[in-house]
T-cell receptor
Framework: QKEVEQNSGPLSVPEGAIASLNCTYS??????FFWYRQYSGKSPELIMF????GDKEDGRFTAQLNKASQYVSLLIRDSQPSDSATYLC???????????FGRGTSLIVHP | DAGITQSPRYKITETGRQVTLMCHQT?????MFWYRQDLGHGLRLIYY???????DKGEVPDGYVVSRSKTENFPLTLESATRSQTSVYFC????????????FGPGTRLTVT
């Protein structure tokens, strides 16, 4: 059974700090990795995707992938209260449309 | 407005009834998806479609039927609703393969009594 694990949180960080969200996965055949943000009662929004080991940066967001250790993380720099949401990690095997989602980590950024 | 719309936004139905959830996108994206989201399970893919008349099963397809006669529409039908199908259903679309579902609809909250 393919599993994607996330700490449910909540992760509480002060405004302006770096928030670090982590995700581990069990399927070594995974090739595509995604981070979504979901505000309470709203639909998910794709933040980033990453395929290769290393870091990928987009604005205040950095995704980090380590396939050998089977984890992917999301760093949010200069966290803002508007970043308070649940962050979903999703993992997809190579050549497959079917992702496995983690249950999400709740992030709270307090002023 | 351009985007993905879902209807109805809320639906209460009885066990055994057939119910259809509608999804419409205005961009003509090739790829469309149906997900369900439940507490304790996260998002799970029900069905997806790579183009009109091309559909395939996702992780949890049992009890659901889809069709895609037009690129812009991707209805999801529960043939005989069960209480376990009580969930929030999201439709999504994307342009490019394997880069993630970039656009999600607002969701339909379905309750089966």
């Amino acid at each position: 059974q393919k599993e994607v694990e996330q700490n449910s949180g909540p992760l509480s960080v002060p405004e302006g700090a770096i928030a670090s969200l982590n995700c581990t996965y069990s399927d070594r055949g995974s090739q595509s990795f995604f981070w979504y943000r979901q505000y309470s009662g709203k639909s998910p929004e794709l933040i980033m995707f990453i395929y290769s080991n290393g870091d990928k940066e987009d604005g205040r967001f950095t995704a980090q992938l380590n396939k050998a250790s089977q984890y992917v993380s999301l760093l949010i720099r200069d966290s803002q209260p508007s970043d308070s949401a649940t962050y979903l990690c999703a993992v997809r095997p190579g050549g497959s449309y079917i992702p496995t989602f983690g249950r999400g980590t709740s992030l709270i950024v307090h002023p | 407005d351009a985007g993905i719309t879902q209807s109805p936004r809320y639906k209460i139905t009885e066990t055994g009834r057939q119910v259809t959830l509608m999804c419409h996108q205005t961009w003509s994206h090739s790829y469309m998806f149906w997900y369900r989201q439940d507490l304790g399970h996260g998002l799970r893919l029900i069905y997806y479609s790579a183009a009109a008349d091309i559909t395939d099963k996702g992780e949890v397809p049992d009890g659901y039927v889809v069709s895609r006669s037009k690129t812009e529409n991707f209805p999801l039908t529960l043939e005989s609703a069960t209480r376990s199908q009580t969930s929030v259903y999201f439709c999504a679309s994307s342009v490019v393969r394997f880069t993630g579902e970039r656009y999600f609809g607002p969701g339909t909250r379905l309750t089966v009594t």
